[in-house]
């Protein structure tokens, strides 16, 4: 069974930091381009950022020059790094993906990460 697990949400001040992970577990042969997408209440879903299996990146605008996206294809993990947080980039996290899969290729969601700013 193929799960992508995200952790390191949690409360953080405005203008501090977090460190998100999102990590493949089960019979994984490769991923492919990772997403962190965002949910806040009342709005619909947003997405942060990509990153291709070459490194790629591509970020919405609301978050150019303050998040980060990585990845570590040994470990089947990826990484948002978020610096300079804001109030409104309060939300559920969460990851997604395409994996290479016994089954194939398939696309996976996590089960999301809660994000609070707030002083």
């Known amino acids: 069974q193929v799960q992508l697990v995200e952790s390191g949400g949690g409360l953080a001040q405005p203008g501090g930091s977090l460190r998100l992970s999102c990590a493949a577990s089960g019979r994984i042969f490769g991923f492919y381009t990772m997403n962190w997408y965002r949910q806040a209440p009342g709005k619909q879903r947003e997405l942060v950022a990509s990153?291709?299996?070459?490194?790629?990146?591509n970020y919405a605008d609301s978050v150019k020059g303050r998040f980060t996206i990585s990845r570590d294809n040994a470990k089947y993990t990826v990484y948002l790094q978020m610096n300079s947080l804001k109030p409104e980039d309060t939300a559920v996290y969460l990851c997604?993906?395409?994996?290479?899969?016994?089954?194939?290729?398939?696309?996976?969601w996590g089960q999301g990460t809660q994000v609070t700013v707030s002083s």
């Open positions: 997604n993906g395409d994996i290479w899969e016994t089954r194939g290729r398939s696309e996976y």
């Open positions: 990153i291709t299996v070459g490194g790629t990146t």
